[in-house]
Structure formats: C-alpha cells, structure tokens
C-alpha cells in the first residue's frame, strides 16, 4: 500500500512537471524571459567621517586658514611661547582660549625650527616645551572627544601633579621632539646650501652650458696650470702635445664653459690649437687680468678687448 501511494505521488509530481514544462515552451519571448543574471553584488555606500571630510581638503585651503589665524595672533602666540610657569601659561589661555588649536601648534613647530636654524638653541628648547604642552592639551581633548577650549583648566591640574608615567610620557616626547626639530633644521641648512650652489652654478655656466669649474676639473693637470698661469705659450704647447681628438675635445669644453673665448674670425681648428701669438688679423691674444685690464702674453698691459684673439675667463 505504501509503495503504491509512492507511484501515485511520483506520478503526479511528472504529470506537474510536464505541465510546467510546456507552459515554458509556449511563453512568448521578451526581455525578460530571454535574459538571465549572470554575476550579481550589491555596493554600500560609505559615509565619510568628519576627519575624513576635513583629510579631503586642499593644502592650499590648509595653508590659507593657517595664515590667517597667525597673521590675527601671531603676536599672543608667541607671547604664551616664552612663558615659563605653568601658571602663567594656564591663566593666558584662559583670556585666549581660541589659541588651543593645531595652527597654533603647528606655528610653535615652525618657530622652533628657525630657532633652531639661527642656532638660537636654549630659546628653541624653552619654547618646544610650550609647543609639547599646547600638543598634549589636544591629545587630551581628542581622548576625551570634547572642544579643546574646555581642557584648558583639566590638562593644567593634571600636569602641575602629575603621575609618574605621564611626566615620563611628556619628557620622552619632548626630548623626541627636540631631536626632531634638530634634525629638520639641519635639514633645512642644506637645502639652502644646495639651492645657494645650484643659483651659483647656474650664473657661471658658459654658452654651451657648461660649468667652468666642472671643466677645469676634468681637464688635463697640464692645461690646468696653464689656465692657473694665464700661460698662452704653454697652453699651445701643451695642446700640440695632446692626441689632437683629445684636445678638441678639451678646447670645445673650454669654449662650451666660456674658460677659453675664441674670436670670431678664428676657425675651429684654430681656436682648439692655436699654433702663434697672433690671430688671422695680426693682434696678439690675451688673458683676462683680475684688475679688469687686459694683459698680453708678455705682460704689457692696455690691449682693447677689439684686439683679443682669445681670453681666458676665470
């Protein structure tokens, strides 16, 4: 009997699908009998936090809010600076409190770092513990998720008696800081040095665009005393004696860095190794003499710049 309920079942459950099946068949097609979905997901949205808003703004917008506040208080900033008392510094921010702030900070980081460039290094030291102070006082408020006007009074009976940790905290901190602003400053130095050496290099470059001291450098010890010497007589002899490939390429760099100012009448190869004392138009050559005058290459002083075959500039 139960075997035969489990026929009956089985056949009624084909007799439906059967059914099912043909009524597929004869549904007439559309967009949406046709098309099946192939991959699916589903994309949430993520609302921005507030720090993340405020990480999304431009540094120019950053660099002008934080020019404005100190151009307004740069006088007060630096007066709560070089306070010494606790004290002191709690009842000023109390008369001031808008100067708990970052752009506060960050123009106390600023100063400790010219401070520290001047080699002004006992008053960087003082007032770096005015900017550890005003930083803590934000950490404070972070912790506590309040406006940190109202840490002012909290952060300074804190730190009038503090417990041990947290004075070694804000040692450790302050020393790191130190060392920090130490490090940048001289950081700062050799920018300057390499901006100062670039802005110099720039102005002795000849017109090939080459570096004279760089050139003189490379050159070949002989030609180097010659150019030290302002020796003509030598400098061509020495030339002669060089591979001639060699030579042009050393007088070539010499024009390219103006240490050797060939005349426009001369040619190529007379100005890479000029073989007499005087040019195609039968004037002797000269040097550049550091007194401004023009020497020729036996002394006599006078000689125009019109007469100069070729000058060596230093």
């Known amino acids: 009997e139960e075997w035969k309920k489990a026929q009956d079942a089985d056949k009624e459950f084909n007799e439906h699908k059967n059914e099912y099946d043909k009524r597929e068949r ?6 949406d009998t046709i098309c099946k979905e192939k991959d699916s997901k589903t994309i949430i949205n993520k609302a921005t936090t507030k720090d993340e808003e405020n990480a999304a703004n431009s540094n120019e917008d950053a660099i002008d809010r934080m020019r404005s506040f100190v151009n307004k208080n740069e006088k007060i900033i630096r007066k709560f600076g070089l306070f010494r008392r606790a004290e002191d510094s709690q009842k000023f921010l109390v008369e001031h409190p808008h100067l708990v702030c970052e752009e506060t900070a960050n123009h106390l980081v600023l100063w400790c770092i010219d401070l520290a ?25 972070k912790s506590l998720k309040v406006d940190p006007r109202a840490c002012i009074r909290p952060f300074f009976q804190k730190f009038r008696s503090p417990e041990p940790e947290y004075q070694k905290a804000f040692n450790d901190e302050l020393n790191a800081f130190r060392e920090r602003i130490k490090g940048r400053a001289e950081a700062r130095i050799q920018e300057a040095i390499e901006q100062h050496e670039a802005e110099e290099r720039k102005k002795r470059l000849g017109p090939g665009g080459l570096d ?34 060699k030579a042009e390429e050393c007088m070539q760099k010499c024009i390219d860095s103006g240490m050797w100012i060939p005349d426009a009448n001369m040619t190529a190869g007379a100005a890479s190794a000029p073989e007499t004392d005087k040019d195609a138009n039968g004037d002797e050559e000269k040097f550049d003499d550091p007194d401004g005058e023009k020497t020729t290459a036996n002394g006599d002083k006078g000689a125009t710049e019109a007469e100069s075959a070729a000058t060596v500039a230093q």
Do not use: G, Y
């Open 212 to 245: 004279p001291v760089e050139v003189f450098q490379e050159l070949p010890p002989e030609m180097q005393e010659c150019f030290e010497q302002k020796d003509l007589e030598k400098l061509k002899e020495v030339i002669t004696k060089l591979d001639p490939a």
């Open 26 to 31: 004869l549904r007439p097609w559309n967009v």
């Open 117 to 141: 460039v001047e080699e002004k290094m006992s008053l960087m030291e003082h007032v770096s513990h005015q900017c550890i102070v005003m930083q803590f006082m934000l950490e404070l408020a």
